[in-house]
């Protein structure tokens, strides 16, 4: 593989032969893959957690929110002192963190301790910008992107690995602590990886952490999550000034970074048009992804003998519609590379949307047919794998080389703000729209879901073709 050069950058280190960049590449699609089946296993353990510790449903949403939002903190303040430190020092920082959650969750003699764990699992989120900033350093823009792709079909099969095999473990073992064991040893397998086997990054930014900035971004997006994660449940008024309390945070970190010298994040960079409108489009793809997927899952499972509506699938078959998706997510991301090659960056992620608009199109229009259903679900994954796999190559490229995995690292940030709105409004939808003396959505309500989905993927390739226009005129 080839190396870039880095002459211009603010701090380099010798590169290593072209051998070590490619086998490091392979051990970095490892880490990746041992990240997505961590994070992928405990959505599947949750119901099981509550029958073996007597834990109430309102209780174990607090595991997926806390994990939420200390991944969502977590990212960008760790992905700067990547750039700063090094990727590859920051790593290994995140999975001793990681290690210490998953012994706290897996073996925390109370649930409040349990939940301690989902708080230092946050940096598990990290580990992907700071391995585009590993490989972004070492390699042509070219090479870089194809490693990019095969980094995030790993997280998106290693994600749904992690679901199936959370599930087969606990049916083997029937016990919670037994199987959260899993995820213990492969963030131990993951350590000796990065400590043995990873190269440090070649570029290293210049300037001291922004401690005032890191605070409030923590403050501010923790309670920007927080305030959306939990809309459904609050009075309108108090959701509204909850949000308006955690933007005004939010201007006021912006405020801190621009005065700063030596900023958490540079906002003058983040909001140039070309990565703006990238982010612009993280976040309402974001939204469309949690939507289609959350409202995808919920009908797949009704009963129309009872609701009249939704397809009564087995939990079985439910798994392997999944299985065969997280496969097709996979596929997209490593078709990336290949396309971005052919038709560039910006009309790979356009088509891959394009395919997913069909697909919520095709659900409005003909939701009643389980084999239409079970083919559409995971070519919806194909084609929102493909944009989720070009937007960060994208950013890695048009970003500072010593700013890669900040820039990155705000990438997933905004998508999961955009997770989380997608949630609060989609949650909003199917609770509205009931069925008569019910608290049971109504089949109208999943048509308008299907609907925002659909407007968001639409929104989302103007985002993109405004990026596109930009990028041609210069």
Request: proline share 5%; charged share 10%.
């Amino acid at each position: 593989m080839n190396e870039i050069t880095t002459a211009a950058s603010p701090s380099t280190t010798a590169s290593p032969p072209r051998g070590s960049v490619r086998r490091a590449v392979g051990m970095l699609v490892v880490v990746e893959m041992v990240s997505g089946l961590i994070q992928g296993m405990t959505p599947s353990l949750i119901p099981q957690i509550g029958k073996q510790f007597g834990i109430v449903a309102a209780d174990l949403s607090w595991i997926a929110s806390i994990q939420l939002l200390a991944a969502s903190i977590s990212v960008p303040i760790v992905s700067r002192l990547g750039d700063l430190y090094g990727h590859r020092r920051l790593m290994r920082f995140s999975l001793i963190s990681v290690l210490t959650g998953a012994v706290l969750f897996a073996y925390g003699p109370s649930f409040p301790v349990m939940l301690l764990g989902q708080v230092f699992l946050g940096p598990v989120a990290a580990l992907l910008p700071l391995q585009l900033g590993i490989v972004r350093s070492r390699l042509d823009s070219t090479r870089a992107r194809s490693a990019i792709g095969f980094l995030a079909a790993a997280a998106m099969i290693g994600g749904t690995a992690g679901f199936e095999v959370g599930g087969i473990v606990q049916a083997t073992t029937n016990d919670v602590r037994a199987t959260l064991t899993v995820p213990v040893l492969l963030a131990v397998l993951g350590l000796v990886i990065v400590f043995f086997f990873v190269p440090e990054s070649a570029v290293r930014a210049r300037g001291n952490v922004d401690w005032a900035g890191v605070l409030a971004i923590s403050v501010g997006l923790g309670s920007l999550l927080w305030v959306l994660g939990g809309a459904s449940g609050r009075p309108l008024a108090m959701t509204l000034g909850l949000l308006a309390g955690s933007l005004a945070v939010l201007a006021l970190w912006v405020v801190i970074e621009l005065k700063s010298d030596h900023p958490l994040v540079d906002v003058r960079a983040l909001v140039r048009p070309q990565l703006l409108r990238w982010y612009l489009a993280a976040i309402t793809l974001g939204l469309a992804l949690i939507g289609s997927q959350t409202v995808g899952l919920t009908f797949l499972s009704a009963d129309p003998a009872k609701v009249g509506y939704g397809l009564k699938l087995p939990p079985l078959v439910l798994a392997q519609v999944l299985l065969v998706a997280g496969l097709a997510g996979g596929i997209g991301a490593l078709l990336m590379s290949r396309l971005s090659r052919a038709i560039g960056g910006t009309r790979t992620a356009i088509a891959g949307i394009v395919i997913d608009v069909v697909v919520q199109v095709v659900f409005i229009a003909q939701h009643e047919s389980a084999v239409l259903f079970v083919i559409m679900t995971p070519l919806s994954t194909l084609g929102t794998s493909l944009a989720f796999a070009a937007l960060p190559a994208m950013i890695a490229e048009h970003s500072p080389a010593d700013e890669i995995a900040v820039a990155t690292g705000m990438y997933n940030t905004t998508r999961a703000i955009g997770g989380s709105l997608g949630g609060a409004v989609f949650a909003l939808v199917l609770s509205s729209m009931t069925l008569p003396g019910t608290r049971i959505a109504s089949e109208g309500a999943y048509v308008v879901a299907w609907t925002i989905c659909a407007a968001a993927g639409v929104v989302t390739i103007g985002f993109l073709a405004l990026v596109g226009r930009r990028r041609r005129r210069e």
